[in-house]
């Protein structure tokens, strides 16, 4: 590798700074010897740059110093190329690898993915906070810190509590799935927009496993240094067969299957007849199978859709339990449900006592076909705020239409978002208590830090 020269091109990209475009570290921080040390301090892959992996080659995702972050791309270069002048819009470097310490480990597997301790989540949490608590910033310093692919909007099931039941759900957006050259798009413009997390939701619309090519998604995003998944399944087709072409080296997998213990009561709620002992049969299978260790299932109660009396659902919650082995792979929680912005009767008594709705400080969803949405809630495409496919993530967070969104919310005025017209959110008290902010928290930083 000594010798071996490389061409650090800096693309021009919104920095997450205060909105300012910028070329490269020096224009947005204070110009010092350490900039420069600073990019290349990342970590690069170790070995043969031939022999990267191919989706790595050309990606690099910079930091400088501070919370700015640029964007990069390592291409392999003639010594001759490198000392030609750069394009005029375009910042280069040239960089001998062979002044660079390699690293070895999980973290050279993608130049820029970081395993964050406690302190650093807590430190994360504290700027959200900040940013969308005190601030009310519309311009967000930092990339989005939950981020959520739709894998497809097709569905096995049509349960009344999901605008997916609705006749006309895909008048607006036509039944597809994603493929992995799109992941594989999406995935790029994630990390080149500085987000080093390891955790990826896979949810929106839609049931995952509907998408046959959903485990071969799993493994562009393991390229990608996401190994550690998150998504909500209705159990259907969770069979061994499916859950074995997951891949499992080194991938953590957290999934939530909606069940109940009233066998005619999920069938007709979830509009799926002879779907329950299925459901049931998969969980139990999957759960005693030693090979899937690397899975953890939290299985959801739905009682509380039909059900109020709260001794009545604390006794479904414990039969629900007695279905199941005992195992530390297995958690129990209850469903509250939501309005899905207003295509649903609220379970909210009143409409008051608004609060400022979290979510455009620190989410991003992308539907299967690129679309951003508003959130978990805009089922459909209420509210599209940019396109993956078409646009660099930054350009989406802090562009316009986000923007509007934060100043929207923020300034009482959800009726201006259509997503958010008519949501239930920004009056659901519970979601706002400290109660409900110290368990988001507590749980967020024990599952980042598996
Ligand atoms: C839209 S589904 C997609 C994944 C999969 N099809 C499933 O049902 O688990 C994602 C999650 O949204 C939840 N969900 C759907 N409608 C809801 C509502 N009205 N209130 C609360 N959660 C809801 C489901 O329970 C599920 O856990
Ligand atoms: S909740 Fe899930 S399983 Fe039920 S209709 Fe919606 S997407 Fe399908
Ligand atoms: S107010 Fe409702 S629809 Fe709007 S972002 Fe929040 S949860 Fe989503």
């Given at each position: 590798m000594t010798g071996a020269y490389f061409m650090l091109t800096i693309q021009q990209v919104p920095c997450a700074f205060?909105?300012?475009?910028?070329?490269?570290?020096?224009?947005?921080?204070?110009?010092?010897?350490?900039?420069?040390?600073?990019?290349?301090?990342?970590?690069?892959?170790?070995?043969?740059?031939?022999?990267?992996?191919?989706?790595?080659?050309?990606?690099?995702?910079?930091?400088?110093?501070?919370?700015?972050?640029?964007?990069?791309?390592?291409?392999?270069?003639?010594?001759?190329?490198?000392?030609?002048?750069?394009?005029?819009?375009?910042?280069?470097?040239?960089?001998?690898?062979?002044?660079?310490?390699?690293?070895?480990?999980?973290?050279?597997?993608?130049?820029?993915?970081?395993?964050s301790g406690p302190f650093s989540k807590l430190m994360a949490g504290g700027r959200i906070f900040w940013h969308w608590a005190v601030r009310r910033s519309e311009v967000l310093p930092y990339p989005p810190v939950e981020i959520s692919i739709e894998p497809t909007n097709r569905c096995n099931f049509a349960c009344q509590f999901c605008p997916q039941s609705s006749p006309s759900h895909f008048d607006q957006?036509?039944?597809?799935?994603?493929?992995?050259?799109?992941?594989?798009?999406?995935?790029?413009?994630?990390?080149?927009?500085?987000?080093?997390?390891?955790?990826?939701?896979?949810?929106?619309?839609?049931?995952?496993?509907?998408n046959k090519r959903f485990h071969e998604n799993l493994a562009v995003a393991r390229d990608f240094g996401f190994s550690k998944h998150h998504f909500a399944t209705n159990g259907m087709l969770l069979t061994l067969d499916r859950l074995s072409r997951l891949p499992s080296e080194g991938m953590s997998y957290v999934k939530t299957p909606d069940f109940c213990s009233d066998e005619a009561y999920f069938e007709q709620v979830r509009g799926t007849p002879g779907s329950w002992k299925t459901v049931r049969d998969n969980l139990i299978a999957a759960i005693e199978d030693p090979s899937l260790a690397h899975i953890q299932f939290k299985i959801t109660d739905i009682s509380s859709y039909r059900f109020n009396d709260p001794q009545d659902l604390d006794r479904r919650f414990d039969e629900l339990q007695s279905i199941f082995p005992k195992s530390d792979r297995v958690s129990f929680h209850r469903r509250v449900f939501h309005n899905a912005s207003g295509k649903l009767d609220s379970r909210l008594s009143s409409k008051e006592g608004y609060r400022?709705?979290?979510?455009?400080?620190?989410?991003?969803?992308?539907?299967?076909?690129?679309?951003v949405v508003a959130c978990c809630r805009d089922l459909e495409h209420q509210s599209v705020l940019g396109n993956l496919f078409e646009q660099e993530l930054m350009e989406i967070?802090?562009?316009?239409?986000?923007?509007?969104?934060?100043?929207?919310?923020?300034?009482?005025?959800?009726?201006?978002?259509?997503?958010?017209?008519?949501?239930?959110?920004?009056y659901d008290a519970a979601k706002f208590s400290l109660r409900n902010f110290v368990k988001t928290a507590l749980h967020r930083m024990l599952i980042l830090s598996r």
């Open positions: 205060e909105g300012r475009v910028v070329m490269g570290p020096k224009a947005c921080c204070p110009p010092s010897e350490s900039n420069e040390a600073a990019s290349l301090a990342e970590p690069l892959p170790s070995g043969n740059p031939d022999e990267w992996n191919p989706s790595l080659q050309n990606r690099a995702v910079l930091s400088c110093p501070g919370l700015h972050t640029v964007v990069g791309k390592w291409t392999k270069t003639s010594p001759r190329f490198a000392r030609a002048r750069p394009k005029s819009g375009v910042e280069t470097k040239r960089v001998d690898l062979s002044k660079i310490e390699s690293k070895s480990g999980a973290k050279a597997l993608m130049p820029g993915v970081a395993k957006i036509p039944a597809s799935a994603i493929q992995p050259d799109g992941v594989e798009v999406l995935l790029g413009k994630i990390r080149n927009s500085g987000v080093k997390s390891d955790l990826l939701h896979w949810t929106l619309d839609g049931e995952p496993f509907m400022v709705c979290p979510y455009p400080w620190y989410t991003f969803f992308i539907a299967h076909n690129g679309d967070w802090n562009g316009e239409k986000y923007q509007a969104m934060r100043r929207d919310l923020a300034g009482k005025r959800p009726e201006c978002q259509s997503a958010c017209d008519g949501c239930d959110m920004p």
